[in-house]
Structures are given as structure tokens and as C-alpha cells.
């Protein structure tokens, strides 16, 4: 099956900083959406984004297909982004999404 | 309001029982899954659906059955036959493109 690298593991950030979040796969995948698991939990969508860009707010996702990565963007950020950040894709034809480790982001006041 | 119910939040139960997770959508999707998160990972599917009647396995299906009698229910068991299956459970979602929807999800602990 595929594999879903993210990158950083870790990131503890000032509010008000930047990131950049990334997720590599092992081979082409359709589906591609990042979520938000927020402390208690719950997993937010953040991004449908088989290809291209897309913003939303603060926010914005970049998925260059035919290199098989995607990343994640978070600017201004502020202690309610702090959770882990999971992206998650299927490959062609299947619906079964294959998560990746994620990344916990700590956002410190 | 639309979305996906999980009850209940919390769940304990002895070893050698069986438990019976619960999970409703009405979202009209067709499809629906279950995932087992464990503490520090990512998620693992462990059964899904995508049509009432039918349903497949996961990477991680033993130990677990499942039903799809009704389109908004999808509920799982945890039989005793699971070796280790204190574990946050989430059920999700999905309709014609794929992208997947959360419920909030049940910790079940096993002692």
C-alpha cells in the first residue's frame, strides 16, 4: 500500500509566526485532504485538494500532484491552531484513505 | 444540523466482553468507515462501506465486526477476540467526492 510521510513530526511556534507543514507520498493519490485534530479530539477538514491551491482564511494547501507532495500553510498563527495536522489520500480508484503520522503543531502565547 | 454521531463518548469495559460502538450520519452519504487511533499515531482503518448490505475490511480488521443494515448506521463491535482494544475509535463519512467527514469519536478503555 502507500505511504504517507509528514513533515516536521514536532512544531512549537510564537503565536503570530508561520509555518509550513509537509506531506510526501509513496505514489500517486486522489483524495488528498488535510484535517485538523483539534485536544479533544475531534478531526476537522481543512483542505479537499487532490491538486492545485486553495486558501481559506489564514490558512492555504498546495498539492503538486505529479510530485506527490502536498503542504500546508498556516500564517499569523495563533494558540487555537495548536492540535496535530493529519493529510490523508487514496490511491486511484479507491476510496480507502491512508493517513500519514501527522504533525503536532504547539502554539505558544 | 447535518452530521455524524458517535455515542457513546466514553466507554469502559471489562475483558472477555463484547461492545458495541455506535455511529449515525445524516448526511445521506453512502459511504462509511471506522478508524482506530492510538495514542501519539495516525488513523487505521479498520472496516468500510459503501453501499447498505456490503462491507469490506481494513488493514486492521480482526477482532471487529460490523453492519450496515440502514444507510445512516454503521455501528461497530469490539469483540473479545481484539487483543488490545482500549483505543479511540472514529467513524466517518463520505459522499460522491470522497472527501471524508469526522464524528467525534469514542474512547473505549478495556481493563
Known amino acids: 500500500g502507500i505511504q504517507v510521510e509528514q513533515s516536521p513530526p514536532d512544531l512549537i511556534l510564537q503565536e503570530g509566526a508561520n509555518s509550513t507543514l509537509r506531506c510526501n507520498f509513496s505514489?500517486?493519490?486522489?483524495?488528498l485532504q488535510w484535517f485538523h485534530q483539534n485536544p479533544w479530539g475531534q478531526l476537522i477538514n481543512l483542505f479537499y485538494?487532490?491538486?492545485g491551491t486553495k486558501q481559506n482564511g489564514r490558512l492555504s494547501a498546495t498539492t503538486v500532484a505529479t510530485e506527490r507532495y502536498s503542504l500546508l500553510y498556516i500564517s499569523s498563527s495563533q494558540t487555537t491552531d495548536s492540535g496535530v495536522y493529519f493529510c490523508?489520500?487514496?490511491?486511484?480508484?479507491?476510496?480507502?484513505?491512508?493517513f500519514g503520522q501527522g504533525t503536532r503543531l504547539t502554539i505558544n502565547p | 444540523d447535518g452530521g455524524i454521531t458517535q455515542s457513546p463518548k466514553y466507554l469502559f469495559r471489562k475483558e472477555g466482553q463484547n461492545v458495541t460502538l455506535s455511529c449515525e450520519q445524516n448526511?445521506?452519504?453512502?459511504?462509511m468507515y471506522w478508524y482506530r487511533q492510538d495514542p501519539g499515531q495516525g488513523l487505521r482503518l479498520i472496516y468500510y462501506s459503501q453501499i447498505v448490505n456490503d462491507f469490506q475490511k481494513g488493514d486492521i480488521a480482526e477482532g471487529y465486526s460490523v453492519s450496515r443494515e440502514k444507510k445512516e448506521s454503521f455501528p461497530l463491535t469490539v469483540t473479545s477476540a481484539q487483543k488490545n482494544p482500549t483505543a479511540f475509535y472514529l467513524c466517518a463519512s463520505s459522499g460522491t467526492g470522497g472527501q471524508q467527514y469526522f464524528g467525534p469519536g469514542t474512547r473505549l478503555t478495556v481493563t
Open positions: 505514489d500517486s493519490v486522489n483524495n
Open positions: 485538494i487532490p491538486s
Open positions: 448526511l445521506n452519504h453512502d459511504a
Open positions: 490523508a489520500g487514496a490511491i486511484q480508484g479507491a476510496q480507502k484513505l491512508v
